[in-house]
């Protein structure tokens, strides 16, 4: 129990959780509008299915890319968090004015390649910062900050619109996330291992 405490005392465990949070956050809103989101853009729901299968394997593609560069790049895991994050950022104020399929097509891929590399980078960062021999409690005692954007996010998007007809103001809303994460980043000590 007291392993737990020292955990929370640490900043690392509010910055990290609350980082990783920002991008997972915006996975979600965007799985969840990505249907009707392209449907009010002209696009068939077999599109729509079509364009998410892009969204798919490029997350796949995302998490190679962790997995593979992650261990290269270990002292430089920020640079790496903060090159996925501006990627993500690019995807979304991308996908706030775009209309043909090429452009859609790399929002799209952008944007599951930055939010499936959190997925693997998650454990990733905090073993940087915490000891193999407690990862698991610091990986589970930070689940609970994905809760508030999983939970307000998608109805506050419905909200939105039902009163504009569109998505385009969530996408914008959305964007600020990762300039939040982006700022978290920068709060985030060095890693002392």
């Not at 299968?53 to 920020?78: E, Y």
């Not at 799209?108 to 990862?135: K, M």
Request: proline letters at 7%; one cysteine or more.
């Amino acid at each position: 129990q007291s392993v737990g405490k020292d955990i929370t005392r640490r900043a690392e465990f509010w910055l990290i959780g609350s980082l990783v949070a920002m991008p997972l956050g915006v996975m979600l809103v965007l799985a969840i509008c990505y249907p009707p989101l392209l449907v009010n853009r002209g696009f068939s729901a077999v599109q729509a299915g079509l364009f998410l299968s892009v969204a798919g394997a490029s997350g796949f593609c995302g998490k190679l890319f962790v997995a593979g560069f992650a261990d290269a790049v270990r002292q430089h895991t920020r640079w790496l968090v903060a090159f996925l994050l501006l990627v993500m950022l690019a995807g979304l104020l991308l996908l706030a004015t775009a209309q043909s399929t090429e452009r859609l097509v790399a929002c799209i891929a952008l944007l599951g390649f930055s939010g499936g590399s959190f997925l693997p980078l998650h454990p990733y960062i905090n073993s940087r910062y915490f000891s193999p021999d407690i990862i698991g409690r610091v990986n589970g005692g930070q689940s609970p900050f994905f809760l508030p954007l999983g939970l307000t996010a998608p109805p506050l998007a419905g909200y939105v619109f039902d009163q504009t007809g569109s998505y385009e103001l969530v996408i914008q809303g959305l964007a600020a996330l990762p300039l939040v994460g982006l700022v978290l980043l920068l709060c985030l000590p060095q890693p002392a291992r």
